[in-house]
C-alpha cells in the first residue's frame, strides 16, 4: 500500500472502483462542499475536488479536501501547474498530508484565457508528468532538488489523466506510459461520450499492458441537455461526443433521464471491459444523480475493504 | 528578429504633449525589417505626429533620424550633437534600443514608440509568430526543433497536454499546438520513439527567473584587455 486510502485499498482488492467529484464553490462557503459531499456519502470511494477548474477562482482544493474530512468522506485533491511552483505545490503536499489526504491528482490546468481572470500570468514550472514524478518523489522522501526530507515521508496515492479524445490519438496511450513511467498509479479520463474511440485506446492500452501498471478510471458524465452535449463537441478541446449519444438525447423525451440512462449503460459495458478498474462520474452541478446512478449500475452497496 | 509594433499614435501623442522639439529615432536594425520603426516608419510617424499638432494649434518639430543599431552605444555618437538641442527623444527601437538610447543620453527624456512582441519569425505579408524565449537552455535537440517553451501555451516539455484537438490549442483555433508539431516532425524523421522519454524538470535558473542575465565570455574580455 502507497498511501492507504479507501481508492487504493479498493482498487488494489479488485473491486471496480467508483469515485465522483465536487467543484468547490467560488465563495468560501465550506458548507456547500459539504453539501455535495453529504449527497453522495457512501455510493463512491473518493470525491475529486477540483483545483480552480477552468481556471475560475474557487474555494482551494486542499481546504475544501479538509472539509470533505470533517464530513467524513475521502477526498481526492487535484493539483494543477498553471498556478503554482514546485516550491508552493510541494509546500501544499506536506500540507495536504498533515491534514489527512491521501489522494492527489496530477493535472496540467485549463489556460487562464478560459477563467475569470484571463490577464494573469501562469506558472507552468513543471508540467504534469513532472508533477507527478515530484509527488513520486516525495513520498520517497525527496524533494524536487534531490534535498532528503526530515521525518517519514508523506502517503500519497497518485492520479492523473488521461485523454482518449484528445489528439494525436496514438500518442495519447504513450503519454499515459509516460504517467506511469513518472509513478503515477491511477488514472481517470476524459468524459467518456465516444464508446467507440475509448474501445480503441483501451485496445492500445492493453496492448501495452499498461492496463496492469496503472489502474484506469473511465470518465462518466451523465448528460442533461442536447444543448450541453453538442457545446461539449463544437467547443470543448479535447472533448468528443459520437452522433448516436446525441442522436438518442434528441429523440428523448425526457432527456435528464435518458442521460441518466445512458451513463449506467456505459457503466455496465465498462464493467465488462478488460483493463478498467472502474469509473469516475463527473455529475459537476449534478451531484445528487451520482447515488441513483450507482445504485441502478449494480456497484451499491459499496464493498467493504 | 525582435519583432515590435508601432503604439497608438495617440498614446505616443499624449506622452509628447509637453514637447516642442524631438527627435524622432528610428533603427536600422530588426524593427526595419519587422516595419515597425525604420526609416521609412520615421518618415510616416513623423509627418503624423506634426500634423496631428499643428492641427492643435501647437506645433511640434520633428527630427527625423534613423541610425544603424539603437543596441550599440557606438551609432549614438552620430547624433550626439543634433539631440542636444530636443526636449527628448521619441525611440523607434525595440526595448533594448530604447534602453540604451535612454542610457547613452542620461539626462535626455526618451519616449518608448514601440511595443516590443517577442523574438519571432515572419510568416507571410504582415504576419509575424514567436519561436524563442530565450530560456537560456535551449531544448531544440530534442524537440524537432519546435520550441516547447515559446510556442506550447504552457511551456511544457512533455506534451501534448489534453486540449490538443486537430493540431491545435486550446487556447484557440489559430493556434498551432506545438507538441502536435513535435509530434508530427519527429513521426516524419522516425525518431518519435524519442517522445516515450520524460523531459526532466527545466532549470529556470538560466531563463529570467534567475533574475537579471548578463553573459561575460572571458576569452573575448580578456582578449581585449591586451
Same mark, same amino acid.
Given at each position: ?22 467543484? =468547490? ?26 483545483? %480552480? ?21 475521502? =477526498? %481526492? ?57 515530484? *509527488? ?16 517519514? =515521508? ?8 488521461? %485523454?482518449?479524445?484528445?489528439? =494525436? ?23 467518456? *461520450? ?112 | ?14 506622452? &509628447? ?197 548578463? &553573459? ?11
Amino acid at each position: 500500500m502507497k498511501a492507504g486510502s479507501n481508492l487504493e485499498r479498493m482498487l488494489e482488492a479488485g473491486h471496480f472502483a467508483v469515485t465522483g467529484e465536487i467543484g =468547490p464553490p467560488k465563495s468560501w462557503d465550506g458548507a456547500v462542499v459539504q453539501h455535495h459531499a453529504k449527497m453522495m456519502k457512501g455510493y463512491c470511494e473518493s470525491y475529486n475536488l477540483t483545483d %480552480n477548474q477552468t481556471a475560475i477562482v474557487r474555494l482551494s482544493s486542499i481546504a475544501a479536501g479538509k472539509l470533505l474530512l470533517d464530513a467524513e468522506c475521502e =477526498p %481526492n485533491i487535484q493539483i494543477v501547474c498553471r498556478d503554482r511552483n514546485r516550491i508552493a505545490m510541494q509546500s501544499d503536499v506536506l500540507g495536504a498530508a498533515a491534514l489527512g489526504i491521501k489522494n492527489i491528482l496530477a493535472l496540467s490546468g485549463d489556460h487562464q484565457k478560459f477563467g475569470n481572470h484571463p490577464y494573469s500570468k501562469n506558472v507552468y514550472d513543471v508540467d504534469s508528468i513532472q508533477l507527478i514524478q515530484m *509527488l513520486d518523489g516525495m513520498r520517497k522522501g525527496y524533494f524536487q532538488s534531490g534535498e532528503q526530507m526530515k521525518g517519514e =515521508p508523506p502517503k500519497i496515492y497518485i492520479g492523473c489523466a488521461a %485523454n482518449p479524445f484528445a489528439d =494525436p490519438f496514438e500518442f495519447r496511450v504513450t503519454r499515459l506510459e509516460k504517467k506511469a513511467d513518472a509513478g503515477a498509479d491511477f488514472c481517470q479520463t476524459q468524459c467518456l *461520450l465516444d464508446m467507440e474511440r475509448f474501445e480503441r485506446w483501451m485496445e492500445l492500452v492493453r496492448a501495452r499492458g499498461l492496463h496492469k501498471r496503472i489502474k484506469i478510471l473511465a470518465g462518466i458524465t451523465p448528460l442533461k441537455s442536447v444543448k450541453a452535449a453538442k457545446y461539449m463537441r463544437d467547443y470543448v478541446a479535447g472533448m468528443m461526443v459520437s452522433d448516436d449519444i446525441i442522436q438518442r438525447l434528441e429523440k428523448a423525451e425526457d432527456i435528464k433521464a435518458e442521460g441518466v440512462q445512458l451513463a449506467i449503460e456505459q457503466i455496465e459495458y465498462l464493467k465488462k471491459m478488460e483493463g478498467v478498474a472502474g469509473v469516475h462520474i463527473m455529475a459537476i452541478a449534478w451531484e445528487e444523480i451520482v447515488p441513483e446512478i450507482v445504485k441502478r449500475a449494480g456497484l451499491y452497496p459499496r464493498p467493504e475493504v | 528578429m525582435i519583432v515590435a509594433e508601432r503604439k497608438p499614435i495617440d498614446e505616443i501623442l499624449g506622452f &509628447l504633449s509637453k514637447h516642442q522639439k524631438i527627435m524622432l529615432l528610428g533603427c536600422g536594425g530588426c524593427v526595419t525589417v519587422c516595419l515597425a520603426g525604420g526609416e521609412k516608419e520615421v518618415g510616416i510617424l513623423g509627418s503624423e505626429l506634426a500634423m496631428a499638432r499643428a492641427k492643435e494649434g501647437r506645433p511640434l518639430e520633428v527630427v527625423q533620424r534613423t541610425i544603424e543599431r539603437q543596441c550599440d552605444f557606438e551609432y549614438f555618437e552620430g547624433i550626439r550633437h543634433e539631440v542636444k538641442d530636443v526636449d527628448a527623444i521619441l525611440s523607434l527601437a525595440c526595448g533594448i534600443g530604447i534602453q540604451t538610447v535612454a542610457e547613452a543620453f542620461p539626462d535626455k527624456v526618451v519616449w518608448p514608440g514601440v511595443n516590443t512582441k517577442f523574438l519571432g519569425v515572419n510568416q507571410n505579408v504582415g504576419v509575424w509568430a514567436e519561436r524563442c524565449q530565450a530560456c537560456g537552455q535551449c531544448v531544440l535537440d530534442k524537440t524537432g526543433g519546435i520550441c516547447p517553451v515559446a510556442r506550447c501555451s504552457k511551456s511544457i516539455f512533455n506534451g501534448p497536454c489534453g486540449g490538443s484537438q486537430h493540431g491545435k490549442c486550446e487556447v484557440s483555433a489559430d493556434t498551432d499546438c506545438a507538441w502536435a508539431l513535435i509530434h508530427d516532425r519527429l513521426t516524419r524523421l522516425g525518431q518519435v520513439d524519442s517522445m516515450r522519454e520524460i523531459l526532466p524538470v527545466k532549470d529556470w535558473s538560466h531563463s529570467r527567473d534567475g533574475g537579471p542575465r548578463k &553573459l561575460v565570455r572571458e576569452d573575448l574580455t580578456l582578449e581585449s584587455g591586451k
